[in-house]
């Protein structure tokens, strides 16, 4: 099949363009505004940027009313936000925070969930994740859309603390991601989590490549001036 989005019909009972990037990880962002209260909500367009420093960014529609989120709002005011990981147990309180509530609910206790401090910025952590960024916010790209939902906010944030669960740590210093079974997100309404895995070196003797791969900025460093 073949058509031009916006221009040409797809044909097809549900538009399949989500489901051909799959399966995307969750920026399950927490928030405070300008009040003092916490915000929490899963973003299915996240992704980390770069490692060095590392930085992050998640993306956000506008709500059915055309209005911008209170992830976006709030990262922007007082210069903060926390990805939290979501899990395959922490599922259904991912989906309850997903819920269009009105400004100012907390969606921590509308999905029940625990909050913890964080160190070094205000937002809450969300008690149960095995893994927590906390972020100051950089910037927003704002690229404009079909109303009412299609404008959309790109917010870029640099991860200056990471939270990781002793417990997903295997003794030879992995995180164990089989043990996470990281949540993803897929099309329609399905999702995903992550239950196997495989390993591929790029060929070659680069370990300033290698380090790349691995996202290690030490590693890059100290192999400067050796195999290319």
């Known amino acids: 099949m073949y058509y031009e989005p916006g221009k040409t019909p797809h044909g097809l009972p549900h538009d399949p363009f989500k489901s051909c990037v799959i399966p995307r990880p969750i920026g399950w962002i927490s928030t405070v505004d300008a009040k003092g209260r ?3 909500a899963p973003y299915s ?18 709500n059915t009313h055309g209005s911008r989120k209170d992830s976006v709002n709030n990262a922007e005011q007082t210069g903060e936000f926390v990805w939290n990981m979501a899990t395959y147990d922490l599922r259904e309180a991912v989906n309850q925070s997903a819920q269009e509530l009105p400004h100012g609910e907390d969606e921590f206790e ?4 625990e909050k913890l401090s964080s160190s070094l910025v205000k937002p809450k952590r969300v008690k149960g994740s095995p893994i927590q960024f906390e ?3 950089l910037n927003t790209v704002r690229f404009p859309g079909t109303p009412p939902m299609g404008s959309v906010d790109v917010v870029f944030g640099r991860v200056v603390a990471i939270h990781i669960d002793d417990a997903i740590i295997t003794p030879e210093g992995l995180i164990d991601v089989l043990k ?43 192999s400067i001036g050796g195999s290319k």
């Open 135 to 137: 972020c100051t916010y």
């Open 180 to 222: 996470i079974k990281p949540l993803a997100r897929m099309g329609y309404y399905d999702y995903t989590y992550v239950d196997n895995k495989f390993q591929m070196v790029i060929p070659g003797n680069s370990k300033a490549l290698l380090a790349g791969l691995e996202g290690s900025a030490d590693k890059v460093q100290s």
């Open 38 to 40: 916490d915000n929490l």
């Open 110 to 113: 509308v999905a029940g969930l």
């Open 45 to 62: 367009q996240f992704q980390n940027v770069t490692f060095d420093p590392p930085i992050v960014m998640f993306s956000a529609n506008q």
